[in-house]
Structure formats: C-alpha cells, structure tokens
C-alpha cells in the first residue's frame, strides 16, 4: 500500500479504517457547492435513502437515529437507512441481479465483482465532476487505479490516505491472540514461534484441568474463512496479500495452498486437535457464535484480524473497566511465525480496490446521494465521523492538537459508539482512510492520536506493554515492508474469468478437505494430505500465478508513473 502513495508523493491506507465538528457556535461547515451548505437556500426536502451492506453479524440501523447522523442529514437532507446480510451473500445479490432491482447504494464486500458484471452500478465520473471536488480532492491522485476497462468509476473504494502517513499503535491486522492471563500467569514469556504458543496453551490448560477451556478456535463462517486459510502465510512471513506470496525482487506471485506452509500449519492443528485443546465446532460455527466464544473466558487463543474481532474486544475491555480483576480474559497480540523469524502481520500503506461504495442503476436521485458523499468528504465532516463535537467528545489544547480526556474515553463503550454513530460510519464509507492526517497534522483516526492512545490505556495495559518493554502493541511487531502492489488481493478479477474461478474451486476443495485435515486420527493425516493436494494440482496453478504476477507488475508500473 505505501508505495502507491509514495510513488504519487501521497500515502494510500487499506483495508481498516475508521472514525471538525461544524465549530461548537452551531454554524454550519462552509459552503463547496454541495448539498446542504450553508449558502442562505431552504435547508434541502429530507430523503431517506436504502443502502445494502454485505456483511452479516452488524445491525440495521437509520443514519438519522445517531448523533452525527442526525447532524448530517440538517447538513443535505439525507438519511440512510442501512440494511445488513442475512443469509448467504451470493443468493441475496443473485436475486438482485435476478430482478434488475436494487437499493439505492450497495456496499457488497466480496460480491462486487457480481454487480459490476450485472450492471448495477451507475458510472459516477460525470457526478463526480459536476458534484465532487471534495471527493475529487480525495480520491483523484488514484483515479486511473479505480477505472474499469471502459473508463468508468463504478464505486468509490473506502479510503486513501489524506495528507500524511500515520503508524496504528493497535493491531487491527492479523496475530495470534492469547488471554492475557496466561501470559502473566507464565511470567510473560518472549512468544514468537508457533510451538512455543502451543505450548504455553497448553501447559495453561494443564494447570487449570478444572476450568473446562479451550485451548484454539479458527474462523471458518462465509467469507471470513480466510481467517483459517491465510494464516500459514503469515506463519512464513508474509503479509496478507490474499491467496499469494509475492517475492519482494522479482514480484513474482505463487499460491501458498498445497505447499509445505500450508501442510505444516494444519499438521499442528492437527496436533493439537488429538490433545484436546482445538474447538471441533469451529467449522460449523457461524460469526455469531464465534464472537460468543471469544467472551466467554473459556478460549485461550486463537488466530484472527484485530478489525474482525473488535466487538469481541470492546465487549471484554467495557467489562475490565466496570471490574479490573478481569482484564486476565482480554486477548492480546502475538508476532507468531514458524521459527521465530521476522513477522509480516503489519500491513504497509495500500490501496485496496475490489471494496466499495457504489450507487446503483436503481437510485432514485443519484445527484443527491454523490452530494451526500462529497460532504461527508469536508474535513470538518470527517472530524465529525471519527472525532465527534469539539466540547463533547474531544477538546484542543493550546497548540491546536485534539485529545480526548480520561471522561470522554470511559464514556466510550460499545453503546455509546454505536448510538454517537462513530461505528455506524466507521468503515464503510468514502472517507480518510485511517493512517491518515488531517490538514493541521493531527491525526484523522483518534486511536492513532498518541496522546489519545496513551490516554486510553488502563493500568492492566500499561502492565503488560512494561512487561515486554514497549509503549504500543504495534511494537511487538516487526514493521511492515514497502510493497507498491499491496494489497494484491485488491487486485479485481471479473466474475468467471480464469482467476476467479480458480479461486472459488481452491477454496471448495479447502472447505471440503481442512475439516478433515485438522480432526483426522493423526495417523491419516498423509493420506488426507495426498487426497487434497492430488485434486489441488488438477487446477490451473501455473496460470493463476501468471496472471497475478502480470496485473501485480502492472500495478507497480502505473504506481510509478510508467
């Protein structure tokens, strides 16, 4: 990710991301020609547009039922109202296609590929042009990236990175989780290879023979799978480039499904399946169930993607605040690979283009919507969605740089987020992706305030940080490489082409073999392996490599300007 930026003289963030006021006298942002600025005009006619999500597990909500969706809609006019995924993700936009109906806006996670095939988005070029100079100022330095083939702007990816560049001090990417209290309970040990993490699992286990926990659960439910099939190439020090391994020189791209990463990863987990400390019903737990566990104090570990279990955070964090003899069930980061070497979990600056937010074909006033978006696009807006109201939930000191006081941080639990509406606009939106800065050279994204991050943490986490000698959790990290294709799962694949579907036959043949690698009688496991590698093999690997190195080549080309 950070070379696109860099090449450009720009920085351009991924797949995280998150959270001015108008000035506390009540005057409304300044106008920019867009929807619901403050030029004397008739406040615009309200409008309640529909947008689908395709994630599942998030509630419906109206923008207008938040604090700052309500502050938004007096700004245009507009509300939205927001529908989730219920079911499988690929039915619900079928039938969609099905019909020729959509709502007003879609969001569609791994289905975009579907809609743009079907036509349901609207080329936004010329609204952009006409109705966009925010979202122009935002997203223009990347615009030939987020072209299709016929020159058109389809969706807007979630976020760039504005202004400068700025390192999270969390770990909203990928590491092996342990309760916390296992590590003091061993003295906190220096953890950084996968057998010594097992180990200390289960060596806890043992001594806690009377507790009935578990020792390791997996993410397997809809397309979160990835959470299980990704995880032996971070184990060999990657980061997460999706289904490939990119060579740093020669940029070449290789599968790591089939090899010896991959067998050596379900190997453990078979390992430790026979021992009794893996979760047998990780693969048919839904997201629901998975998160339920992860608060249920009974899992000591797993692997998974900070920005994928943050409800399961929050929910145990609120409860360590109200008693702090249970902040030992929190579940904090580890840099594991297989032997100790250098980790890659810590994704570098990208820009992530197979994601978005796209006004489809059904829209009833598309001008009204793209005027929606260019506003929310004013940095003072963007304050609003990730800082809130200057007096309420941030303040200035005298140098001009925003904190949050001790009260503003504890009021901030999971309530209170989703009522204010900081989770409702969180990610799924054009906005300051979350490393970046805004124009005075605070940080967009609070978390990444240091004064706001030192703030925030509790005794128990200043505890355990001292323990290993670091400031941030993202200090137990090593950091990330410049890679200018990152990353390269952004990459779009239309719908049927060659690549795609060699993804979707890979992952069939990992959903219908990985269950049985990882809880076979250990004695089988050779046997299971051949069985899937054998059918593996038959697909197209050679071409799938090619064709990712060539698009990754290309990529890096237009990233420097050739």
């Keep these: 990710m950070i070379a696109l930026i860099m090449a450009l003289s720009l920085i351009v963030t991924a797949c995280s991301g998150k959270k001015e006021a108008a000035e506390s006298s009540g005057e409304q942002p300044a106008s920019t020609g867009t929807a619901g600025s403050n030029t004397g005009e008739q406040p615009p006619d309200k409008v309640t547009f529909r947008i689908f999500n395709g994630v599942a597990g998030e509630k419906d909500v109206n923008t207008n039922e938040t604090t700052i969706g309500k502050m938004l809609e007096d700004q245009t006019g507009v509300n939205f109202k927001i529908e989730h995924l219920v079911g499988d993700l690929n039915t619900k936009i079928g039938t969609m296609v099905a019909a020729n109906e959509y709502p007003d806006v879609i969001i569609p996670d791994a289905g975009i590929n579907q809609l743009l095939d079907a036509g349901a988005f609207i080329d936004l070029t010329d609204l952009i042009e006409k109705y966009g100079p925010n979202i122009k100022r935002v997203y223009e330095p990347y615009f030939n990236l987020m072209k299709a083939e016929d020159g058109g702007i389809y969706f807007l990816p979630f976020s760039t990175v504005v202004n400068g560049y700025i390192p999270d001090p969390n770990i909203n990417q990928g590491a092996f989780w342990v309760q916390r209290r296992v590590l003091e309970w061993a003295g906190y040990p220096k953890i950084n290879k996968v057998d010594d993490y097992f180990k200390l699992i289960e060596d806890f286990i043992k001594a806690h023979p009377n507790e009935d926990l578990t020792g390791f659960v997996t993410l397997t439910h809809d397309w979160r799978f990835f959470a299980t099939t990704n995880v032996p190439n971070h184990l060999a020090g990657y980061p997460n480039d999706g289904e490939v391994m990119v060579d740093m020189q020669t940029q070449?791209?290789?599968?790591?499904?089939?090899?010896?990463y991959e067998k050596r990863w379900f190997k453990l987990l078979n390992e430790i399946n026979a021992k009794g400390l893996f979760?047998?019903?990780?693969?048919?737990?839904?997201?629901?169930q998975y998160i339920a566990k992860l608060t249920s104090h009974k899992v000591l570990g797993f692997f998974d993607y900070g920005w994928q279990i943050g409800s399961a955070?929050?929910?145990?964090?609120?409860?360590?605040?109200?008693?702090?003899?249970?902040?030992?069930?929190?579940?904090?980061?580890?840099?594991?690979?297989?032997?100790?070497?250098?980790d890659q979990y810590l994704d570098p600056p990208g820009f992530v283009n197979n994601r978005g937010f796209g006004i489809t074909v059904s829209a009833k006033d598309p001008v009204r919507i793209i005027q929606f978006v260019d506003n929310l696009l004013k940095?003072?807006?963007?304050?609003?969605?990730?800082?809130g109201v200057e007096g309420e939930t941030y303040l200035k000191d005298e140098n001009g740089r925003m904190y949050r006081t001790q009260e503003m941080i504890d009021k901030m639990n999971q309530k209170f987020?989703?009522?204010?509406?900081?989770?409702?606009?969180?990610?799924?939106?054009?906005?300051?992706g979350t490393n970046s800065t805004l124009a005075d050279g605070n940080a967009a994204s609070p978390g990444l305030q240091p004064e706001v991050f030192q703030l925030s943490l509790t005794e128990a986490d200043k505890k355990i940080l001292s323990a290993y000698g670091v400031k941030t959790y993202a200090e137990m990290f090593a950091p990330p490489d410049n890679r200018p294709w990152f990353p390269a799962w952004g990459i779009q694949k239309e719908q049927g082409s060659p690549p795609q579907i060699f993804e979707a036959r890979k992952t069939e043949l990992q959903r219908k073999y990985i269950p049985e690698l990882v809880l076979s009688d250990p004695a089988k496991f050779e046997d299971v392996w051949t069985k899937y590698t054998t059918e593996l093999n038959k697909l197209d690997i050679a071409g799938y490599q090619q064709w990712y190195t060539e698009r990754i080549k290309e990529v890096v080309a237009k990233a420097q300007g050739k």
Aim: hydrophobic share 30%.
């Design 379 to 387: 940095e003072e807006n963007q304050i609003l969605v990730k800082w």
């Design 313 to 342: 955070q929050n929910a145990l964090r609120d409860a360590a605040k109200t008693d702090p003899s249970q902040d030992g069930y929190r579940y904090f980061p580890l840099p594991v690979t297989f032997d100790g070497g250098k």
């Design 252 to 260: 070449e791209a290789k599968i790591y499904a089939g090899t010896d």
């Design 279 to 288: 979760d047998k019903s990780s693969f048919v737990d839904n997201y629901d």
């Design 417 to 432: 987020l989703e009522d204010y509406g900081f989770t409702v606009f969180d990610w799924d939106w054009p906005q300051y």
